[in-house]
């Protein structure tokens, strides 16, 4: 457990860093958040328009619960 979460307080730190400053989440969230980006920017990977429905299409494929 302790080496997940080393892995994901490594992961996007500079990003951890902002959302931090800025309080936008509880800090016991962060490094989620940090990971979740993380994801979806190597899924974007050099798409040239990384727009709304790249991000549908990702949250679709990465969503486990169903209705």
Known sequence: MVLVSNRLKDTLPEFQKFILERRFIPEKYIPFYALRVSQFLTFAGNETEKDIEI?????????????
Not at 55 to 67: F, P
């Open 55 to 67: 991000l549908i299409q990702w949250q679709g494929k990465t969503a486990s619960y169903k209705r």
